[in-house]
């Protein structure tokens, strides 16, 4: 008798996980499973693409500052001066 409680149990556990399961599956198949999948997919790859350009901007950034200091040149591209601020002349 416990024999036989004890497989009916199992029996139901497994017909209970199933059902759940199976339900599951075929929600991620219906039109607005595959529509939600579609859109977290999207929303993911925004995310990296996204969060490479900001590695990049600030790698360029960097880049940029590193090769600004070893080269001596200010905000405008032109050798910095100590001592002389750097000004424009006219164009007229």
Same mark, same amino acid.
């Given at each position: 008798?416990?024999?036989? #409680?004890?497989? /009916?149990? @199992? =029996?139901?556990?497994?017909?209970? *996980?199933?059902? @759940? ?8 198949? +219906?039109?607005? =499973? ?6 977290? +997919?999207? !929303?993911?790859?925004?995310? !990296?693409? +996204?969060? /490479?350009?900001? +590695? ?10 590193? #090769?600004?200091?070893? #080269?001596? #040149?200010?905000?405008? =591209? *032109?050798?910095?001066?100590? =001592? ?9």
């Amino acid at each position: 008798m416990r024999r036989r #409680l004890f497989w /009916f149990a @199992v =029996g139901v556990g497994v017909t209970a *996980l199933l059902v @759940v399961k199976g339900r599951e599956i075929y929600e991620r198949f +219906t039109p607005k =499973g595959v529509t939600e999948q579609v859109e977290k +997919t999207a !929303r993911s790859a925004q995310a !990296r693409v +996204t969060e /490479f350009f900001d +590695t990049l901007s600030s790698a360029m950034n960097e880049r940029e500052a590193e #090769l600004r200091e070893a #080269l001596s #040149l200010d905000e405008t =591209g *032109l050798p910095a001066q100590e =001592g002389t601020p750097v000004q424009e002349s006219d164009r007229s």
